[in-house]
């Protein structure tokens, strides 16, 4: 498709013949859509404000979007179009509506707003099936449809023609995706009637971003007059959408933006309302008659109830929303605070609302006083929740920094209260979560909250983890735990290389001190010789193995105890567990809390140049024995837990965040010595555990995948790696299952120095147990698959010669077969390996319902990437439950994939 450097489509898009079916709830892309075809096209917009196409003639069917499914009149449509506004639910009408559109043959089309957009929306519209197409449009400006859905550009619009001036928040750092209204519109058009593509994704908008410091900068050149204010914001959001390589943008690279916002700025009308005051002589009041007055009383006494439960209950809504800003921001005091303040306002209302009940009962209309009860009755249950998390919040801090003499007694009350908070969102996710997004007085963030599927996860996480958090933090003793820090710039099996590692010390639930240290120095006092795994030996290759390569085996809770291990035979220590953190965890740390200014170097850390200054103070002038490395992270670390716990606005929403994506990406790791808390920790996929945590039901088929990576090349060439993953199960009609794996690394490094190059790869493949490899392809060449020379005797020798073909190191752990190999990606080389593999079990096929799961396992250390997935199977076979049996995600962290199978 070619590129749109400015509006350039033609104005008549389709025959007129042709129907086309316009869903937009909100209503403004839609309406745009409309007007454009309104004399072109029979058009069916469905959406709530019929107001805003304005243009459209008799050719055009209004359809009011009453419901959370709205009805579609019946009729042959030829295009489909969907326009996302916010709602999850209307994912589900669309995928119907794709549905109809492959009955019909039709084309259709997912319009999905920047503001809106995120990964899970996009990879469910691409669910719906291969013919579905997704449209991200940026933020438009320019628009003829008054203030429904204003864009912030609009605005800053208006206030420049209103005021003279702009007012900007956070420095104008805020990211911006604009296009015209108009060429928006264009664009839409054009991936739908014009040239085809074979992309499903498309976004309309430049592929350059903008910050709305830079929009105020085009304003001043329009009106130098105009003035830029920059005030104090909420923080920046991190979890802004970013496109990815696969979309393709309709927008050329040359868009005239500042004419755009130009011609934007000449339509723009000043907003200047006037109101014109009239002055009113009253009439000389007469004496109220005294059955008017007994009547006013009645009516006042009558309308008590009502008036008593509104007003108290609206105040309990807005201390809960006051309660809830002030526990992100970090005013957790201020919180707890207008938390109880909502729980004494909601039961003021319970009176009244009683009474309100008393009334309604003597006309017999008592039941329509029901949902107000149980508004006020489930608004006082979040404020309650509220602030007993509040206060097990602040309970756990003041163990950990020594706040309490009584650290037994706080602990116990402070999980006691968690846990009292955690009962009553538990009850919401099993009962009454609707209640929430329906409940006037609760913010709409408590019902997403609860309705969030990670907010579930971190709730049962939180749960499991309560009854054994005084012995985690010590509260009766001691504790010590191994921090490895692992760079996964050069990736390994457990996370990342070790350069470094610490003790944390905690005494009675305090923490005593954070001790850093080289991993060279500990290294460098072993006595004797470990035997290193085989890879590390040949490849890397080192004669001895240490404590900095102990994360080689891709079970975190083994490489906690072969680390362990080391650290008491290094230097005589001895710990309680390990765990495991690498760059990328530390990057969103300081995401959260912001740049941390490092006194002791007198300069300013920040997630972005977080990596340089460490490796800058890792290298500078390096001898055998030098400090700095460690005096640089310690001085760092003193930085950063000085600014969590001293800094008055810092977002403990972000922090919170920060922990939430460091966990479930796997970047950070626990492993304990204690077998009951491992499980626990294992059970809960914090320890990146290989054993299968699944509960095996009958008749299906339990299939596992997993990719480990090494970087034997003495490098940080990971940063630049990037890899996408493809897997095939294909089930025959004997029941043989046959896999299919496509990985394909990109090096897009472009130097050869320690931090970019080759990216040598110890690449292993993790399997069901007993798979048979049938073949082993590099760049579409099958390889001679020979077994790895293993014996370092042989391997050693000076005249040792490889045999001819590829080594495969073939093991078995754990209740699966592992494949090993080594593959070098070139620098600017593109590489892909397929490996084919028939499982060891049989899927059921003669099963009225048969099953498969798959369950995908995540390295350490590695950034989200592509996961594609394919599942072929014989045409007597019917997926259940709406499946699709084919789709790509994005993986965060491990995922289970289950279907269900019916027979025809």
């Not at 350039?8 to 086309?20: L, M, S, V």
């Not at 005494?507 to 890879?535: I, M, T």
Request: aromatic share 10%; with cysteine.
């Amino acid at each position: 498709m070619t590129s749109l450097s400015f509006a350039t489509i033609e104005r008549k898009h389709t025959p007129a013949h042709e129907q086309i079916l316009i869903v937009d709830k909100r209503g403004t892309i839609g309406s745009l859509l409309v007007n454009e075809l309104a004399n072109q096209v029979t058009t069916v917009f469905i959406t709530q404000n019929h107001y805003l196409a304005k243009d459209a003639k008799n050719r055009t069917v209004l359809v009011p979007f009453q419901k959370k499914i709205p009805d579609t009149p019946h009729a042959a449509y030829s295009h489909i179009i969907v326009v996302y506004g916010g709602k999850k639910t209307i994912l589900t009408f669309a995928q119907s509506l794709y549905k109809e559109s492959l009955r019909q043959k039709a084309t259709f089309m997912f319009v999905l707003p920047y503001v809106f957009a995120s990964d899970d929306v996009i990879m469910s519209a691409l669910g719906f099936g291969k013919e579905s197409r997704v449209v991200v449009v940026g933020e438009m400006f320019g628009k003829p449809v008054g203030p429904i859905d204003m864009s912030s550009i609009d605005a800053m619009l208006l206030d420049a023609k209103n005021m003279g001036r702009i007012t900007i928040e956070n420095m104008g750092l805020l990211q911006v995706r604009p296009v015209y209204a108009e060429d928006a519109t264009y664009g839409i058009l054009h991936i739908c009637f014009g040239q085809q593509s074979t992309s499903q994704i498309f976004y309309v908008f430049p592929k350059q971003t903008y910050t709305m410091l830079s929009i105020a900068h085009i304003l001043q050149k329009i009106d130098p007059l105009i003035r830029v204010d920059f005030i104090k914001g909420e923080e920046i959001s991190s979890g802004r959408f970013t496109p990815g390589e696969e979309g393709e943008y309709v927008i050329g690279q040359r868009y005239p933006l500042a004419q755009k916002i130009k011609d934007a700025w000449i339509k723009t009308e000043k907003n200047v309302k006037t109101l014109a005051l009239k002055r009113r002589v009253d009439k000389p009041k007469k004496l109220v008659s005294s059955m008017r007055f007994i009547a006013i009383v009645i009516i006042i006494i009558l309308a008590l109830p009502l008036t008593g439960a509104g007003f108290f209950s609206l105040a309990g809504g807005y201390k809960l929303r006051k309660a809830q800003q002030e526990s992100f921001r970090g005013n957790v005091s201020s919180a707890a605070y207008h938390a109880k303040g909502a729980q004494r306002f909601f039961q003021a209302a319970v009176p009244f609302s009683r009474a309100l009940s008393w009334e309604a009962a003597l006309i017999g209309k008592e039941e329509k006083t029901d949902a107000l009860k149980n508004a006020i009755a489930t608004g006082k249950e979040a404020a309650v929740a509220t602030e007993a998390f509040i206060s097990g919040a602040l309970g756990v801090w003041d163990v950990l920094y020594g706040k309490t003499a009584r650290p037994q007694e706080t602990i116990r009350d402070a999980t006691n209260n968690l846990k009292d908070a955690l009962l009553i969102v538990q009850k919401w996710q099993m009962k009454n979560a609707s209640a929430l997004e329906q409940n006037p007085f609760i913010p709409k963030t408590f019902f997403q909250t609860i309705t969030d599927k990670q907010a579930a996860l971190d709730i049962q996480i939180l749960t499991s983890i309560l009854p054994v958090l005084p012995d985690l933090l010590g509260v009766s003793g001691t504790k010590q735990y191994l921090i490895l820090f692992q760079n996964n710039t050069e990736l390994r099996p457990g996370g990342g290389f070790i350069g470094s590692y610490g003790i944390l010390s905690m005494e009675k639930g305090r923490v005593l001190g954070l001790e850093l240290n080289d991993v060279y120095d500990a290294d460098g006092q072993l006595k004797g010789h470990v035997e290193p795994p085989f890879a590390i030996r040949r490849h890397l290759p080192s004669v001895h193995w240490y404590l900095r390569d102990s994360n080689f085996d891709a079970d975190f809770t083994r490489v906690a105890s072969t680390a362990a291990f080391f650290l008491r035979a290094e230097t005589g220590r001895e710990v309680d567990g390990v765990i495991g953190v690498d760059v990328s965890f530390v990057q969103k740390l300081l995401q959260a809390t912001g740049p941390v200014y490092v006194s002791d170097y007198k300069e300013t850390v920040s997630t972005e140049n977080f990596y340089e200054r460490t490796q800058a103070h890792a290298q500078e002038d390096f001898f055998p024995g030098s400090t700095q490395k460690k005096d640089f992270l310690r001085s760092l670390s003193r930085a950063i837990i000085t600014r969590i716990v001293e800094e008055e606005s810092l977002s403990y929403g972000a922090l919170v965040k920060a922990l939430r994506e460091g966990i479930l990406e796997k970047h950070i790791l626990f492993g304990f010595q204690d077998k009951s808390l491992q499980s626990l920790f294992a059970a809960n996929n914090l320890s990146s555990s290989l054993p299968s945590q699944r509960q095996k039901k009958e008749n299906t088929l339990y299939d596992f995948l997993g990719i480990s990576e090494a970087n034997l090349g003495v490098n940080k060439v990971n940063r630049f790696i990037k890899r996408k993953v493809a897997y095939n199960a294909s089930i025959n009609k004997e029941g043989v299952v046959t896999g299919t794996i496509t990985v394909k690394f990109a090096n897009e490094s472009k130097k050869n120095n320690l931090y970019e190059g080759d990216y040598k790869n110890y690449l292993r493949f993790i399997l069901p147990q007993g798979a048979r490899v049938s073949s082993i392809a590099i760049d579409g060449k099958e390889q001679d698959i020979v077994a790895a020379v293993t014996d370092p005797q042989v391997y050693e020798r000076k005249n040792f010669t490889p045999p001819a073909g590829l080594e495969v190191e073939e093991t078995e752990q754990d209740g699966n077969t592992t494949l090993g190999f080594l593959v070098v990606i070139p620098k600017s080389v593109i590489k892909t390996i397929n490996v084919t593999y028939a499982l060891p079990d049989l899927f059921s096929v003669n099963n009225p319902a048969p099953g498969y799961d798959l369950s995908f396992f995540k390295q350490p250390g590695t950034e989200p990437y592509s996961f594609s997935f394919s599942l072929s199977y014989p045409s007597f076979l019917v997926l259940r439950d709406g499946h699709t049996p084919l789709f790509t995600d994005v993986l965060l962290g491990d995922k289970a994939y289950v279907f269900s199978f019916t027979t025809k």
